[in-house]
């Protein structure tokens, strides 16, 4: 891999936003990009010799003094061997935690935006045969219907790996929310349906100032074109529509937008260029 992704970081009113990396993985450039052309796509992200095209797992650290809240856990480290072999396990989330001074302990709120293994992977642990919580004094949120979407066997059933939440439905640590929601004073939740029907933005708003982690509805700085969705996407036309109603207000307010797997990008302003094509203006 070789592939080192920086640790950055922007204060946005009270809080400080890290975005921490899991590390990278391939993943196929056709599936990424969906009906999009090769001839299209692969100018922005140029794809190897098996036609993979290389992908961030970018999760965002957010303190304000009364709260460490992570978005997004990473793939983790306890993928079952035929993934391991497919994607890779970098594994790299909890070390570059501890580099930004934070021990899962601290940790008080984790929210994931979807529950695809390589959103919440690092959500459990396995710990002498046992699945155990990573972040042990946190409180996890979740859209209750991407928990029961997880279990109804769907297109994408083998993206989604139980012990990731189950044992914390169970255990009552995961809160399961019917909906938009603000969790704590200026970290809310928003679901925009596409990618999943319950995919969950999360937006931080402080100052007059808004940084959106969109997850997989904009996967990377590469996926900005309206229509360039992925084939991932279990509702394509309606992950069109959710970039409409983002774009409508991230742009005239000119919001920060986190991308969940991009290498090298971890946030941008998304803007509107001359010809009125949307452009990533990088921090």
């Not at 990396?21 to 190897?48: I, Q």
């Not at 709120?109 to 919440?120: K, P």
């Amino acid at each position: 891999m070789g592939h080192t992704v920086p640790m950055r970081q922007i204060t946005l009113g009270d809080f400080e936003i890290t975005a921490v990396s899991d590390g990278t993985y391939h993943l196929d450039g056709g599936a990424y990009f969906g009906v999009v052309p090769k001839t299209l796509w692969s100018r922005k992200l140029p794809a190897d010799e098996q036609n993979r095209v290389l992908s961030g797992l970018n999760s965002l650290l957010i303190r304000n003094g009364d709260h460490t809240v992570l978005v997004e856990t990473g793939m983790g480290n306890k993928l079952p061997e035929k993934a391991v072999q497919i994607y890779g396990q970098p594994a790299l989330l909890l070390e570059n935690l501890s580099a930004a001074g934070v021990a899962p302990e601290d940790i008080d709120i984790v929210i994931n935006s979807h529950l695809h293994f390589d959103h919440c992977g690092w959500n459990t642990l396995r710990k002498n045969g046992n699945i155990v919580p990573t972040f042990p004094n946190a409180t996890y949120y979740a859209q209750r219907g991407e928990w029961r979407h997880a279990h109804e066997n769907q297109r994408d059933a083998s993206s989604f790996y139980i012990e990731n939440y189950d044992p914390l439905v169970e255990s009552g640590q995961m809160k399961l929310l019917d909906g938009n929601l603000e969790i704590v004073p200026g970290i809310s939740v928003e679901v925009f349906p596409g990618h999943t029907r319950d995919l969950q933005a999360v937006l931080i708003q402080s100052g007059g100032k808004t940084v959106c982690y969109i997850s997989d509805l904009i996967p990377t700085s590469a996926h900005l074109e309206l229509n360039w969705v992925m084939a991932f996407d279990l509702y394509p036309v309606e992950s069109i529509e959710s970039r409409k109603r983002y774009y409508a207000r991230a742009i005239p307010e000119r919001w920060v937008t986190a991308f969940t797997h991009d290498p090298d990008v971890p946030w941008a302003v998304v803007q509107k260029d001359e010809k009125g094509k949307i452009v990533a203006t990088t921090l």
